[in-house]
């Protein structure tokens, strides 16, 4: 596992060089700008939503699949759709968003701006969904969630393939590996366009997954969720979070991604991550957490943000730590915001650019 982290943490550190340089260069603006609802949509948990709403929701994701990409052709990526405008700015800017202070108010962005864009640009009338994945667990329950359901859901595992068991790449109990075989994404070798990791030229793929029901239950149930919502201050709140770059140290945010990708599938892949639709109701309930973790002190903790600027930086050896004023951006799909912007989830344009709520947060239990 050392070798595997090392190799891990050096790519990053190579990346993150990479990435300041890219953000140097002003991208277009276009899309849609903060929202402007006056009241806040309502998101709630997938289970929960009717067959309709269900069926509307992937109506309308398939739609951002295949609407024409806002990223410049000049760019010459494999960038084709609305929707892989979204999956390249994560790409080109996951070394500069993860381990880092503003990791949890650029992932709120990102998903309020799919949101958005979901209903500006394909129709959608309602809120994004969130995947409480705590109702999955135990692990013999993990692969039959609502959110892998082949009619009513996002489709399930790839078929197994067989990897390698001495790898520090092999996440422990993962079953699948191949292409997802049923659901609204299955049996399209090309859903996929970019990574996998940080290449972005055209790459056709089909959506792959790889369940490993052990370490979604291990680091996705009740208590690990509890013990993020127990830390006294947004530092410890956020590393918990994230947790470490080993399989071993992942927190719920690894949870999500090694329980559903594994090794194989794009959930698994730090850079492409966001290619499986799945990733925005993961994301959503992360945010839900954030936000029932402010709301248990919300006068302190709309304003309490704290860790580094860049990568695994916690000892600020290379910079200091994100403030409120700290900049984010994504690219063509949103103008630029601050951390300040996101803190408030219902902020709506007094507050805050964000404009939606939970129907329901996790409460501390004692
Ligand atoms: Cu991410």
Same mark, same amino acid.
């Given at each position: 596992?050392?070798?595997?982290?090392?190799?891990?943490?050096?790519?990053?550190?190579?990346?993150?060089?990479?990435?300041?340089?890219?953000?140097?260069?002003?991208?277009?603006?276009?899309?849609?700008?903060?929202?402007?609802?006056?009241?806040?949509?309502?998101?709630?948990?997938?289970?929960?939503?009717?067959?309709?709403?269900?069926?509307?929701?992937?109506?309308?994701?398939?739609?951002?699949?295949?609407?024409?990409?806002?990223?410049?052709?000049?760019?010459?990526?494999?960038?084709?759709?609305?929707?892989?405008?979204?999956?390249?700015?994560?790409?080109?800017?996951?070394?500069?968003?993860?381990?880092?202070?503003?990791?949890?108010?650029?992932?709120?962005?990102?998903?309020?701006?799919?949101?958005?864009?979901?209903?500006?640009?394909?129709?959608?009338?309602?809120?994004?969904?969130?995947?409480?994945?705590?109702?999955?667990?135990?692990?013999?329950?993990?692969?039959?969630?609502?959110?892998?359901?082949?009619?009513?859901?996002?489709?399930?595992?790839?078929?197994?393939?067989?990897?390698?068991?001495?790898?520090?790449?092999?996440?422990?109990?993962?079953?699948?590996?191949?292409?997802?075989?049923?659901?609204?994404?299955?049996?399209?070798?090309?859903?996929?366009?970019?990574?996998?990791?940080?290449?972005?030229?055209?790459?056709?793929?089909?959506?792959?997954?790889?369940?490993?029901?052990?370490?979604?239950?291990?680091?996705?149930?009740?208590?690990?969720?509890?013990?993020?919502?127990?830390?006294?201050?947004?530092?410890?709140?956020?590393?918990?979070?994230?947790?470490?770059?080993?399989?071993?140290?992942?927190?719920?945010?690894?949870?999500?991604?090694? =329980?559903?990708?594994? !090794?194989?599938?794009?959930?698994?892949? /730090?850079? &492409? #991550?966001? +290619? $499986?639709?799945?990733?925005?109701?993961?994301?959503?309930?992360?945010?839900?957490?954030?936000?029932?973790?402010?709301?248990?002190?919300?006068?302190?903790?709309?304003?309490?943000?704290?860790?580094?600027?860049?990568?695994?930086?916690?000892?600020?050896?290379? =910079?200091?730590?994100? !403030?409120?004023?700290?900049?984010?951006? /994504?690219? &063509? #799909?949103? +103008? $630029?915001?601050?951390?300040?912007?996101?803190?408030?989830?219902?902020?709506?344009?007094?507050?805050?650019?964000?404009?939606?709520?939970?129907?329901?947060?996790?409460?501390?239990?004692?």
């Amino acid at each position: 596992m050392a070798a595997g982290l090392s190799i891990r943490a050096l790519l990053g550190f190579a990346y993150l060089l990479w990435a300041c340089a890219l953000s140097s260069a002003s991208p277009t603006k276009g899309g849609p700008s903060r929202p402007g609802h006056k009241v806040p949509i309502v998101r709630r948990e997938w289970r929960i939503l009717s067959k309709h709403d269900k069926a509307d929701y992937i109506k309308a994701v398939k739609c951002l699949l295949v609407k024409p990409a806002l990223t410049p052709a000049f760019n010459n990526t494999g960038v084709k759709s609305r929707y892989d405008d979204l999956v390249y700015t994560h790409v080109q800017q996951t070394n500069a968003i993860h381990f880092t202070g503003h990791f949890m108010a650029w992932h709120r962005f990102f998903t309020a701006t799919y949101e958005t864009m979901l209903r500006n640009e394909c129709g959608f009338t309602g809120a994004q969904p969130y995947w409480d994945w705590t109702l999955d667990s135990p692990a013999s329950n993990w692969a039959s969630s609502p959110v892998f359901d082949a009619v009513t859901g996002f489709g399930g595992n790839g078929a197994f393939i067989p990897g390698d068991p001495t790898s520090p790449w092999e996440v422990p109990g993962r079953s699948g590996g191949g292409c997802v075989t049923t659901g609204p994404f299955a049996g399209d070798n090309t859903l996929v366009h970019l990574g996998p990791f940080d290449s972005v030229t055209y790459n056709p793929q089909c959506l792959k997954r790889d369940l490993a029901p052990y370490f979604a239950a291990r680091y996705l149930a009740k208590n690990q969720t509890q013990l993020t919502l127990a830390q006294p201050d947004f530092g410890w709140f956020a590393r918990t979070v994230e947790g470490g770059p080993s399989f071993e140290a992942s927190g719920i945010h690894g949870g999500g991604h090694y =329980g559903v990708g594994g !090794t194989y599938g794009q959930m698994g892949d /730090l850079f &492409v #991550s966001p +290619a $499986d639709p799945l990733f925005f109701l993961h994301h959503a309930n992360l945010d839900r957490v954030w936000w029932s973790w402010q709301k248990l002190n919300l006068r302190t903790r709309l304003t309490d943000v704290s860790g580094p600027i860049y990568l695994m930086d916690y000892a600020n050896a290379l =910079g200091g730590n994100v !403030t409120l004023d700290f900049p984010m951006t /994504l690219g &063509v #799909s949103a +103008a $630029d915001l601050t951390v300040a912007d996101v803190m408030n989830i219902s902020g709506c344009g007094k507050t805050g650019a964000m404009c939606y709520e939970y129907d329901k947060v996790y409460t501390l239990q004692k």
